[in-house]
């Protein structure tokens, strides 16, 4: 609660950049890791662009926009039906149509690569127990404490994000979303799976679509899990570059333009705080990109502190 408002929408703002500029090499269909630097636009970037990939993700950002602006308002099956999962439907087709094709065929590695079973003794074969017998080795221990103190503070800032961003303006229990979390992650350990916090992107995804409760998370974990028993075949066959289309979307809702000129407009005493913040999570990490901006927040605090102290004089 003590976190200053303009840090939290830095947070925002700067998730929604990174989101765009991670999914750069896979909205053009290039495979490689590709940091935030010059090697966005090297030379071997443009040369491994995949013609496929690019025409199919414009055309993912063509039916994104125009859903958006133009059919969502024409008639209710436009609200029903969203325009990502048209994009996805479109992609898959593309996929299905041009394989073969040299010049616009996607290669695999720009497909989703999920794990194909043939029954559920080859989905459960993906499970991994846990080795029980290094609980006493100190390093476990550290390890998970780390884990569970960074997990839980950044779940805390979404949380708060999330709240700002819901239209509603509800206030999310705190207690019982740590204390799902933690159950999650300890079940999510137990089969070999990563532990996980509350994330923007998807909160945010949710909201953007019209989602007003806490099911349409569950829904979505439902339908993964269903998506992946039944149809991971065609799962497989989605672009990467559709994806990152969608994603694109995503982030620029969470970083608008028009948000850094607002905040500028509320002076230096909000706006500092907001880019450095932005600009800490962009060059280093979430977490030390808020640490960052909070640090620069209470700087302007205790500034206005000295600046209106007074003292009181009493005479006898």
């Known amino acids: 609660y003590y976190f200053p408002s303009s840090v939290i929408k830095g947070m925002l703002t700067g998730i929604g950049l990174i989101i765009i ?35 199919i993700a414009l055309l993912s950002i063509t039916i994104l926009l125009v859903w958006e602006k133009v059919l969502s308002k024409k008639g209710k099956i436009f609200q029903l039906v969203q325009g990502p999962i048209v994009a996805v439907v ?3 087709i593309y996929t299905h149509f041009t394989a073969g094709n040299k010049t616009y065929e996607i290669p695999t590695k720009n497909l989703v690569n999920v794990p194909q079973s043939a029954d559920l003794t080859g989905l ?20 998970a404490f780390t ?13 708060e994000a999330t709240d700002k961003l819901d239209p509603k303006k509800r206030i999310t229990p705190k207690n019982r979303e740590l204390i799902a979390q933690g159950v999650g992650n300890m079940l999510s350990g137990l089969i070999g799976g990563l532990p996980v916090t509350q994330v923007i992107v998807r909160s945010s995804a949710n909201i953007q679509s019209g989602g007003k409760t806490k099911i349409s998370a569950i829904l979505h974990g439902i339908l993964l899990l269903v998506s992946i028993l039944i149809i991971p075949g065609l799962l497989n066959k989605i672009p990467l570059s559709v994806l990152a289309a969608i994603l694109f979307v995503v982030g620029y809702k969470l970083a608008k333009p028009k948000l850094f000129k607002s905040m500028y407009q509320l002076g230096w005493k909000q706006f500092l705080p907001f880019i450095t913040t932005v600009i800490g999570i962009i060059a280093t990490d979430l977490l030390m990109g808020i640490f960052m901006g909070l640090v620069v927040g209470i700087s302007f605090i205790l500034i206005d502190s000295y600046r209106n102290s007074h003292a009181l004089v009493v005479k006898n």
């Open 147 to 159: 884990i569970a103190l960074v997990a839980s503070l950044e779940t805390l800032l979404c949380v």
């Open 21 to 55: 500029i991670k999914q750069i090499p896979h909205f053009f269909g290039y495979d490689a890791t590709v940091r935030v630097n010059s090697q966005i636009f090297s030379s071997t970037f443009f040369e491994s662009i995949n013609v496929g990939a690019t025409l």
């Open 90 to 92: 479109v992609g898959i």
């Open 124 to 143: 459960f074969s993906n499970f991994t127990f846990p080795n029980f017998s290094a609980i006493g080795q100190q390093e476990v221990w550290i390890f």
